[in-house]
């Protein structure tokens, strides 16, 4: 079947605009990651979803991040009134449950002029 | 001081030489210890699941977990060019699924 799929691949905004950010996990899997990785850097978790909700929303930078799920499968990573500093690729994973194997896709490469 | 601390090479190896890639970790508390292969514009790929203390094997890889130490490796034998890539550890403790991950280290394997 298919795996996680991220869109789009990439994204050039500019500062202090607002983009959005769409992961579509794996068919079934209740759990849903985002992670942001900066260049040389491992990836730095953001928020993890249980089904609906955020159940821990502790590595969300600011309150310019903010993630929904509303129906328990596609997610989107929302930030707003972007800065360069947010350039970085936001990856997405997904779970068939809590603690399991997460299965990653291939990133949003964020560029923010 | 980071959490996770991993050497970000480059490791560059010859072709069948077994190779060594390490993380050591300040929190005591991380019960769950994962190894995952990233190819260059890719989404990390999952090699070695591995939860609390000890040794697992899968084909050409072995992942230990030394908690005494905070210590955990990773072993490839026989290695391949295909192996080339970057390896990231991640672990994360009991009753939170908030993953840490290393910088990662990149591996190059020469033909």
């Known amino acids: 079947g298919a795996g996680v799929s991220q869109t789009p691949s990439n994204k050039v905004t500019e500062k202090g605009k607002y983009v959005e950010l769409r992961c579509d996990p794996i068919?079934?899997?209740?759990?849903l990651y985002w992670y942001r990785q900066s260049l040389g850097q491992g990836p730095e978790f953001l928020i993890y979803?249980?089904?609906?909700?955020?159940?821990?929303d502790s590595g969300l930078p600011n309150d310019r991040f903010f993630a929904v799920r509303p129906e328990g499968s596609v997610s989107t990573l929302k930030i707003q009134r972007t800065e360069r500093g947010d350039s970085a690729v936001y990856l997405c994973a997904s779970s068939g449950g809590r603690g399991e194997t997460q299965y990653f896709g291939p990133g949003t490469r964020l560029l923010v002029l | 001081q980071k959490e996770v601390e991993q050497d970000p090479g480059p490791l560059s190896v010859p072709e069948g030489a077994i190779v060594s890639l390490n993380c050591t970790y300040s929190?005591?508390?991380?019960?769950?210890f994962m190894w995952y292969r990233q190819y260059s514009r890719k989404g990390p790929e999952l090699l070695m699941y591995t939860y609390s203390s000890g040794n697992k094997e899968d084909g050409r890889f072995t992942a230990q977990v030394d908690k005494s130490s905070k210590y955990i490796s990773l072993f490839i034998r026989d290695s391949q060019p295909s192996d080339s890539a970057t390896y990231l550890c991640?672990?994360?403790?009991?009753?939170?699924?908030?993953?840490?991950f290393g910088t990662g280290t990149r591996l190059k394997v020469l033909a």
């Open positions: 068919s079934g899997h209740t759990a």
């Open positions: 929190n005591s508390a991380f019960q769950y």
């Open positions: 979803f249980q089904g609906t909700g955020a159940a821990d």
């Open positions: 991640a672990m994360r403790p009991s009753g939170t699924y908030k993953y840490i």
